[in-house]
């Protein structure tokens, strides 16, 4: 009988071993989940070096694509002393702008992201032998480190590769700018109460560029006291980007495309001085009402007769020529006349108020009609979604230093993080996110997990074969390689 016991026990020995071994291995997985079908559910954190965002890998190709960082980081000084330094200003740079594409625009959140593979293979560095990238103070002493005229030309050098990646067969681009609101909550140097907006704030300006592919380009973004004018700052903008894009195709017709904010007499003159055409917005004044008033008549008209009949009349257009007191010549303005409703409740009616809303328009484009002028200056509100893009998808409101420089700093960073993306949009051309937004580019393609493995000869990063967007994320690799 011991015999058998003793034969009996040899036989359950592997399984006592194999049973004490996983009880050991397994001592990491301390959460607990229900169980299903009997079998039992842990996790923990144990596993080996795992990324949630293998997509920064593509913004890596991008960048190498625009040679954009290192010309940032060219056109920076490095004021360290050298035998002190152990990131680089163009790893840093890397860091910081790959962390705001991914999601990460606070730089407390690279205290955790410089570990991770993909973030450091991104910015040159082996994910795991190689020492962790940058923690947040100094990330933070980066910001605090440029002085304006390095600012300027890091803004110059970002401008130079958006217009760098224009096709080569560009005859016309379209220069469209747009302030914008950055609601400040602290102490920021140059934070001043604006009533419009009814809230402390900068006003930063920003320039766009479309090309001939139609793809709205950010060219830099400027930031402004809460206080400024719509066109402080627009003169040195539109002389560096014309500059730019002429030293490229010297025979380029170039528009400058805004709304009523810019349309002033300074905005005129400086672009005759520069050769340049424009399409302003106008606000209405007691002259432009009466050269338009044939025009506000016949909408009137045409309003009362055919409102029973037609859902949706279309306005009427006309053309005259105008100069302002402050300008030094006539322009040609074109005039938009349609009636609005608005409509009123009462206990026992409704009552409809009827008004001619007109819109001008002050041009020096002579081969379009007005009512295809009018359709191309209209074409401009598509910027509102490359600009609600900028603030809410890249975050680039995080203007939270006391320093007014260092927060100019920081929006070139979301700046630089902004043309990336929209490369990214570039490659993506063909697929069904072809148009998508930045946001949703971000979930469906940077945000994808990979296990992580390095040899002696390569990395390997192993995503998972139920990735849903295995197709575009290819696609996008062909394109940018």
């Known amino acids: 009988m011991k015999e058998k016991e003793h034969t009996l026990s040899n036989l359950l020995l592997p399984y006592k071993k194999q049973k004490e071994v996983l009880s050991i291995s397994d001592s990491s997985l301390d959460l607990g989940f229900p169980a299903v079908r009997g079998k039992e559910v842990v996790a923990g954190f144990s596993g080996d070096d795992v990324t949630s965002n293998s997509g920064v890998l593509l913004l890596g190709l991008a960048d190498r694509r625009l040679d954009l960082i290192r010309s940032v980081a060219t056109a920076l000084r490095d004021r360290r002393d050298p035998r002190k330094i152990v990131h680089s200003l163009e790893s840093l740079i890397c860091e910081r702008v790959f962390g705001i594409g991914a999601g990460y625009e606070d730089a407390n959140d690279l205290n955790k992201l410089r570990c991770d593979p993909a973030l450091k293979v991104a910015c040159g560095r082996l994910p795991g032998s190689d020492p962790a990238l940058a923690s947040q103070p100094t990330i933070s002493r980066l910001e605090h480190s440029a002085n304006r005229f390095s600012l300027f030309r890091a803004a110059k050098a970002m401008a130079r590769c958006v217009v760098d990646r224009l096709p080569a067969n560009t005859k016309e681009v379209v220069l469209d700018v747009d302030a914008t609101d950055d609601a400040c909550y602290g102490q920021q140097q140059l934070s001043l109460f604006n009533a419009h907006y009814d809230n402390y704030c900068y006003l930063p300006l920003l ?132 009636v609005t409703e608005k409509k009123t409740w009462h206990p026992d009616r409704e009552i409809i108020h009827a008004k001619v809303n007109p819109r001008f328009v002050v041009t020096t484009l002579t081969n379009l009609s007005p009512r295809e002028l009018y359709k191309f200056y209209c074409e401009r509100g598509d910027r509102e979604n490359r600009i609600k893009e900028f603030k809410v998808d890249l975050s680039a409101g995080r203007t939270s230093c006391t320093d007014f420089l260092a927060n100019q700093f920081r929006l070139l960073l979301h700046t630089c993080a902004s043309i990336l993306m929209c490369a990214l949009q570039e490659a993506a051309a063909g697929t069904r996110l072809a148009k998508a937004q930045i946001g949703t580019l971000r979930l469906a393609i940077i945000k994808i997990g990979a296990r992580v493995t390095q040899s002696v000869r390569r990395i390997v990063f192993r995503m998972a074969n139920s990735a849903p967007e295995q197709d575009v994320w290819r696609h996008m690799y062909l394109n940018l390689t």
């Open 207 to 338: 320039l766009y560029i479309t090309g001939p592919d139609g793809v709205q380009r950010q060219m830099t973004a400027m930031l402004r006291d809460g206080h400024a004018h719509g066109t402080t700052g627009l003169r040195a903008m539109l002389r560096c980007a014309v500059k730019l894009i002429r030293a490229r195709f010297p025979n380029v017709r170039i528009i400058l495309r805004a709304d009523s904010g810019f349309g002033c007499a300074k905005t005129i003159g400086w672009c005759h001085n520069l050769n340049i055409e424009f399409v302003l917005g106008v606000s209405g004044n007691s002259c432009l009402h009466r050269l338009s008033e044939r025009t506000q008549i016949a909408a009137s008209i045409k309003h009362t007769m055919l409102k029973s009949w037609f859902p949706r009349i279309t306005p009427e257009y006309d053309e005259f020529d105008y100069a302002a007191d402050t300008w030094k010549t006539k322009e040609r303005v074109i005039v938009k006349a349609e």
